[in-house]
């Protein structure tokens, strides 16, 4: 499964630009995944949000949670293929702090539940250490859609 | 299991199925046959069905191991005791 680590990130999740919302793997194992993302000054939703006090929008923290969240669940295949997790439910997803340009974002997902093709998912978003959002999703997986 | 602790068990399970996806309707209305999903249910859609193998675990110390038993057990109120009795031995 560490192989994960070093292969290219379009080989390991289905998206494709522009959104993918992972740069890295950091950490695999069954169930469990830490990503990471680096938050660019020039991404372009920050011309809008906001003019002049750019932030990340929550929307595009919890995606770059739920893509984290897919690959934990994919671990649970040992082959790590055939489908796609598509973001189903957004349980009481908490935003602690602000996510501004030109920082790091890291991703920790866990698989809690699996009740296949739904499976539940705990989640949290970090920069520097400190939790920037949390919470639950619930992401089902769609056979035999893989790209 | 008596008839009084039974009856019990079905309101038991009423309850942990509107606490569980957090249904708009009382315990008390939900019929014991009535189908939990589909169009002529109480109103649970296939998400759903994630938060009850969660709940009854919680709440009754058993699994729906796959789908296959979910589709047996998770029917109705009467479906989900039966499956309840049985592997508790009940």
């Known amino acids: ?147 | 299991m008596g008839e009084t602790n039974q009856a019990e068990l079905y309101d038991q399970v009423k309850r942990m199925i509107v606490k569980a996806v957090k249904l708009k309707i009382p315990a008390e209305k939900i019929e014991n046959t009535k189908p939990l999903f589909g169009p002529e249910g109480i109103g649970l859609d296939s998400l759903d069905a994630l938060e009850l193998v969660i709940a009854l675990e919680k709440e009754f110390g058993v699994r729906i191991p796959d789908r296959e038993v979910g589709r047996q057990v998770l029917v109705s109120v009467e479906t989900l005791v039966k499956f309840i009795l049985e592997k508790k031995g009940g």
């Open chain 1, 1 to 147: 499964m560490d192989d994960i680590l070093k292969r290219d990130i379009k080989e390991i999740l289905p998206h494709r630009e522009p959104f993918i919302f992972i740069d890295k793997v950091l950490e695999v194992k069954d169930g469990f995944v830490v990503a990471s993302k680096v938050i660019k000054v020039d991404e372009d939703y920050f011309r809008g949000h906001f003019p002049g006090q750019p932030f990340m929008p929550g929307v595009l923290i919890v995606e770059c949670m739920a893509q984290t969240g897919g690959i934990a669940c994919s671990t649970l295949n040992s082959n790590m293929k055939g489908g796609i997790f598509f973001l189903s439910r957004i349980c009481d997803v908490k935003f602690l702090q602000s996510v501004m340009p030109d920082s790091t974002i890291t991703m920790r997902a866990q698989v809690i539940e699996k009740y296949p093709p739904f499976y539940k998912v705990d989640v949290t978003g970090e920069v520097d250490g400190k939790i920037v959002a949390r919470g639950e999703i619930v992401l089902t997986k769609q056979e035999g859609r893989r790209v």
